[in-house]
C-alpha cells in the first residue's frame, strides 16, 4: 500500500508519498486529482477536517485536540458546517456557520472553505474504494514522533524548522533530500517551508501508522449526519526509541 501525507498550499495540495521508488511529490489543482498518482491502494494523511456538522451532528473532536496541544492549541481551528462550507458567499456561510453552531467563522477557516468543500465532496461521491483518506493534524503527528512532547517552536522560525526537519531526519533520513528539492523545484509563492514540513510530517506518521499501529483520537460524537466517521488519525513511538528504525528507510 502506498502511504502518503497531503497538506494544503497556495497551489492547491502538496502530495508526499513513498512508494518502491522512494519519495515522490506533486502538486494537485484539486483533492480529486489524487486518483492519477495512486494507481493501486493508497492511504493518506491530510490535513483537513473530515465529517462535519449539520442540523443534527455538532462535531467536538476539537476540544479534545486542543487538549492534546495545550499551549500549542491555537494550531486547531473550529471546523466549519457543512452547510457553511457547501456555501459560496462568505457573509452567508458565517450567518449559517453561527445559526447552526452558534460560532462565527474566523478568516483562517473561510480561507480554507473551498478546501474542506473539495475534501467532502470527494469522500461522498468518490467511486475509488482504493484511496482511503484519514483527517490528521501536523503537530499532534509531531508531538507522538517526538515521543509524546509538544514541539513548542513555530514553524514560522528558523528553530522551528529545524527541529521539525531535525525529528523527521532521525526517523528517514530521505526525508531531507525530498525537503531540499522541493525547496528548489518550488516556489514560496505557491509552497511555503511549513507546508513542505507538513505535508512530510503527515507521510512518515502514515508509513509508521502501517508499519505498526495507526492511532486514532475520537470523542463521542464519532459518526457525522453522511456517516463519514469523525476520527484524527496518528502514529506514535515507543518512548525508549533512541535511533534511527531502519525497516522505515525502505
Aim: aromatic share 8%; with cysteine; charged share 30%.
Amino acid at each position: 500500500m502506498i502511504a502518503g501525507g497531503i497538506d494544503g498550499c497556495k497551489a492547491g495540495w502538496l502530495l508526499i508519498w513513498k512508494d518502491q521508488q522512494g519519495y515522490q511529490y506533486a502538486l494537485l489543482d484539486r483533492i480529486d486529482d489524487l486518483e492519477r498518482f495512486a494507481k493501486s491502494a493508497a492511504q493518506f494523511f491530510i490535513d483537513i477536517p473530515i465529517g462535519l456538522s449539520s442540523e443534527t451532528f455538532h462535531r467536538s473532536i476539537e476540544v479534545k485536540l486542543r487538549k492534546e496541544l495545550k499551549s500549542r492549541s491555537a494550531t486547531i481551528f473550529n471546523a466549519p458546517c457543512r452547510a457553511a462550507v457547501y456555501e459560496v458567499d462568505k457573509n452567508k456561510a458565517k450567518e449559517l456557520n453561527k445559526r447552526i453552531l452558534g460560532k462565527s467563522l474566523s478568516e483562517q477557516t473561510l480561507n480554507i472553505k473551498d478546501k474542506i468543500l473539495e475534501t467532502d465532496r470527494y469522500i461522498i461521491t468518490s467511486k475509488s474504494a482504493s484511496i482511503q483518506l484519514l483527517e490528521s493534524h501536523p503537530e499532534i503527528c509531531f508531538k507522538y514522533l517526538n515521543q509524546g512532547q509538544i514541539l513548542m517552536s513555530k514553524k514560522s522560525q528558523k528553530e522551528g524548522v529545524k527541529q521539525r526537519l531535525d525529528l523527521l531526519s532521525q526517523l528517514d533520513p530521505e526525508v531531507k533530500i525530498l525537503y531540499e528539492r522541493i525547496l528548489t523545484e518550488t516556489k514560496r509563492n505557491q509552497v511555503k517551508r511549513d507546508d513542505i514540513l507538513d505535508a512530510l510530517c503527515l507521510c512518515l506518521a502514515n508509513q509508521i501508522g502501517l508499519k505498526t499501529q495507526t492511532h486514532f483520537i475520537t470523542d463521542e460524537n464519532q459518526v457525522d449526519a453522511q456517516g463519514i466517521p469523525v476520527k484524527l488519525a496518528y502514529a506514535k513511538l515507543d518512548i525508549g526509541y533512541d535511533g534511527i528504525f531502519p525497516q522505515f528507510s525502505s
